[in-house]
């Protein structure tokens, strides 16, 4: 089989996109007291870490704690009903302190990027495959970076249509942006683009449960800079953010998202050969992990998909890297294909992975 007629899944974590400048999450907090300028907002916030954490002045200790750390201390509180003695804040004002420090935090870090290497991948893909049929995005990252990407495609001949597999609200309403379908009698096609954990640039009506896209735009981001800019048509109420937090205690709740997850395990089914691109499989992301093991041995010890894994950083030390390789092997088998390629690398020459011989990835 030709590297251009396999169906291929391109699956991008964090290490993709702090290849173009966004916070990973340890340095969410960094990121975000570095860049934003409300003050207001920074106190609020600092009154939060410093209560529930004993983070010191922002100015002076940058050892903050983890996204994931602060979010699974709040959210179990949300969801057990108990209050944070003396923090003299609303759990759920916190909890929208904290997800609105992540939001600007990406979005402010990623306006200053001098890179774009998901543009170069999608275009490298788009030349070294001959076009993007066949292959399926998957992103568990909030920015809008690999969705600029493959958005800017519609301009092309033939269009390339973006396809999330979310019935936003925008169909029903005559918005610009509409169903990905190609024109009758044309050579345009779909590219799907999965995002699980929800993304920068989706709202979601809490009254009707509809999602909102905001094409090319952070919405969440301009949904707290501008309060009440976009409400829901039907239900009036506010959009908020459609967010998943990277912890344990994930809620898939909304039915556009439980959907994604299903269309994710049937592409990595069908798939031939799954590129990570600095994904390290975290534990906390063990709903994805267990999803991707259904589809493997759905397919059988013959049938495996081939496994490519580009998560080079100079920076990570040899124990690490054992380590990670180690988490990949012991989980999709010992055929997996550690390249030693930085996403970066990989962006610049996909070829370089994709038309390798084949490694069967045998399910342990």
Known sequence: MSVASEKIVIFLGAGASKADNAPLQGEVFKAFFENCPDEDFKSQLQQVLVHCFMTKDSKQDPDYPTFEEVLG????????????VGLGTPITEAWGHVVRAMIEAISLSVT??????????????TRELGSLRGVVFISTNYDILIDNALASLYRNTPRVCLDYVVDF???????????PIPRVDSQDFVVELLKPHGSLNWLVCSGCNRIWLTPYEKGAFTQFDRRGSRSCEHCNVDYQPIIVPPTYRKRFANPDLLNVHRVMEDRIL???????????FPDADFHLKNLIKRAQLRR??????????????????DGEVDAEERRFNRFLGDGVNHTRLSFEEFAAA???????????????
Request: hydrophobic share 25%.
């Open 169 to 179: 609200a925008n169909f029903y309403n005559g918005d610009p942006w509409g169903r």
């Open 350 to 364: 996909p070829s370089r992975v994709l038309s390798r011989s084949p490694r069967t990835s045998t399910a342990p």
């Open 270 to 280: 069908a798939a031939d050969h799954i590129v990570f691109c600095g994904y390290s």
């Open 112 to 125: 200053r990027m001098s890179t774009n290497c998901h543009t170069q991948l999608v275009d490298n893909l």
């Open 73 to 84: 201390f709040l959210g179990e509180c949300l969801e057990s009903g108990r209050d944070v």
């Open 300 to 317: 059988g010890q013959s049938k495996q998909f081939r496994v490519s894994v580009c998560n080079h950083n100079p920076r990570k030390t």
